[in-house]
Nanobody, 128 residues
Framework: EVQLVESGGGLVQAGGSLRLSCAAS????????IGWFRQAPGKEREGVSC????????YYADSVKGRFTISSDNAKNTVYLQMNSLKPEDTAVYYC?????????????????????WGQGTQVTVSS
């Protein structure tokens, strides 16, 4: 059974940092792409970042480029999202999702409907 468990969310002041973790189990990690998505109240879920566990290629939304860093520890089956210089507009529920790389038409931009496996989400709140 595929499972994704996010952790690391919380409340932080603008300019602060958080590191989200996505612990994966139940599948061969190296064959998958892991995406981070976020959904703010009243808005659609959007792709934030993506990493291909097979070759380590990474992708970022323009809104987070230079502030967020995605990384993967394949030995631990865990993907991280280091978020620095956080802004109030980063406030959202953050989800990690997984999909077989071969089933994705493209890695970026990441589209929520293309991912079959999702975590429960973790809340990130950035106060001004």
């Amino acid at each position: 059974e595929v499972q994704l468990v996010e952790s690391g969310g919380g409340l932080v002041q603008a300019g602060g940092s958080l590191r989200l973790s996505c612990a994966a189990s139940g599948f061969t990690f190296d064959d998958y792409a892991i995406g981070w998505f976020r959904q703010a109240p009243g808005k659609e879920r959007e792709g934030v970042s993506c990493i291909s566990s097979s070759d380590g290629s990474t992708y970022y939304a323009d809104s987070v480029k230079g502030r967020f860093t995605i990384s993967s520890d394949n030995a631990k089956n865990t993907v991280y999202l280091q978020m620095n210089s956080l802004k109030p507009e980063d406030t959202a529920v953050y989800y990690c999702a997984a999909e077989t790389v071969l089933l994705l038409l493209r890695l970026w931009p990441a589209t929520p409907k293309d991912y079959d496996y999702w975590g429960q989400g973790t809340q990130v709140t950035v106060s001004s």
